[in-house]
């Protein structure tokens, strides 16, 4: 689905206008004429948090009118790269950790140095934080806000089972059990113990990270082998065979969504996402939903999760109006009453300024995003190498082939085989 907004329909249609004084946002004089398009992914939840504030940054600089797009993960990278290609790119780029570097280094994105600290107030982030953002030296991307992958778990239908949300030393062995026990109790119709996660490259990068691995190495080649993928592959195939997970016909419905995933759809107790999307899957879902971070492959062995940029914003090369969207970005992460609309939906925000600012007024929800990422402990491993050009390729790659493994076109072997030699062609013509 496409969900389109302008200026218009987010005036006619909004909350009340509502008005604060930006921290180091700069309120700059744009002519009648400027006009910016901002397109971002993501669920109904946060469209409707980033139409209000594209509202409130309107009112306060009526000069300027900004046409929203929004659509779905699997949806966003082919649109967003058609538009690129047809020299019909968004101002404003709503920016993946995996996909900036390609993006940055084809020429795609605009450097953003020259607009700091006058245009886009980055005082309060951190060197880590723009280290993220950063290509080649250059800052190409905002980030706005940290995360971590995470799974999540609809508490209700644990406490159905009568079994506890479990601690961080969970393995996965533990979390077969678990799926299975749920799956076994029939407690609800086609309902199973768990999302099948085998082909979400963030859970399989956890699992080789815990092998002391990583997806890419520094300059850009595979970083693992047919043996992990197969190991992989395997893991899940004993979980369909267990019926710990759900089977490969209902784990299609998910394309990458939070009204996809199978808790929401209500076909499983655990899925998987990241720690900004809590916010996102509680307000979609009646049941409570609780984060745990990924299990452990044994006892003991941690390093699989890292801290890392939830999204960025990035300027398009094709804008016409760089500058006015530097200051719809600087305002978007500084102000706070944005932030206070935004909440944690797109990650803990990076200006400490802001944080300080939205602690009080976070809920539940809001506070065990940020828990989440501060106790992951031995968890938690250093940021890996950056992805290279035909990263995004791959991560889509990995969703299909593990289908052709469940589904029975591929064995666990023959899918890892395949995986490795499509993913090394990509990486040599990149």
């Known amino acids: 689905m496409v969900s389109r907004v302008s200026r218009r329909s987010i005036l006619a249609g909004g909350a009340a206008a509502l008005s604060a ?8 004089a744009f002519g009648q004429e400027t006009r910016l398009r901002l397109m971002w992914w993501g669920s109904q939840p946060r469209a409707e948090r980033t139409f209000e504030v594209t509202k409130l940054y309107m009112e306060q600089n009526p000069g300027v009118q900004i046409d929203g797009e929004t659509v779905g993960w699997d949806d966003y990278w082919p649109r967003l790269a058609t538009q690129v ?12 950790y995996r996909y900036i570097f390609e993006y940055a280094r084809r020429d795609a994105l605009a450097p953003l140095d020259e607009f700091v600290p006058d245009v886009l107030n980055l005082s309060g982030f951190d060197q880590a934080a723009l280290d993220g953002g950063s290509v080649d030296g250059a800052l190409y991307g905002i980030s706005l806000g940290a995360n971590s992958s995470a799974m999540m778990i609809n ?4 406490d159905e089972v009568g079994i ?14 678990i799926g299975m026990e749920i799956t076994n109790a029939g407690k609800r119709r086609n309902f199973y113990g768990i999302a099948d996660g085998s082909g979400l490259e963030p859970f399989f990068e956890n699992y080789v990270r815990q092998r002391g691995k990583a997806l890419y190495t520094e300059d850009g080649q595979l970083a693992f082998d047919a043996e992990d993928v197969r190991e992989w592959f395997e893991l899940w195939a004993a979980m369909r065979e267990a019926k710990a997970c759900v089977p490969p016909d209902v784990q299609a419905l998910d394309k990458n969504q939070i009204e996809t995933g199978m808790v929401s759809l209500g076909h499983a107790a655990v899925s998987y996402g990241h720690s900004n999307q809590l916010v996102g899957y509680q307000a979609l879902n009646k049941d409570p939903i609780v984060m745990h971070a990924y299990p452990r492959i044994a006892a003991g062995v941690g390093g699989g999760h890292y801290r890392k940029p939830s999204m960025f914003f990035s300027i398009s090369s094709q804008s016409q109006n760089p500058e006015a969207a530097a200051a719809y970005i600087s305002f978007f992460v500084n102000d706070p009453k944005a932030a206070e609309i935004l909440d944690v939906e797109r990650g803990v925000p990076e200006s400490s300024a802001v944080r300080e600012s939205l602690a009080p007024k976070l809920d539940d929800t809001g506070r065990a995003a940020v828990e989440y990422i501060g106790g992951l402990g031995d968890l938690a491993g250093p940021l890996p190498p950056p992805p290279p050009l035909g990263a995004g390729e791959i991560d889509r790659m990995l969703l299909r082939v593990s289908q052709e493994v469940a589904f029975g076109q591929h064995t666990p072997q ?4 395949a995986f490795i030699a499509e993913a090394e062609s990509i990486l040599a013509r990149g």
Request: without cysteine.
């Open 85 to 96: 290609a047809g020299r019909n790119a968004p101002d404003i780029i709503q920016m993946d």
């Open 414 to 417: 023959s899918g890892a085989e």
């Open 21 to 28: 004084t930006a921290i180091g946002a700069p309120r700059l």
């Open 155 to 158: 508490k209700a239908a644990f």
């Open 164 to 177: 506890d949300i479990p601690d961080n030393s969970l393995t996965f062995d533990e979390l077969q059990r």
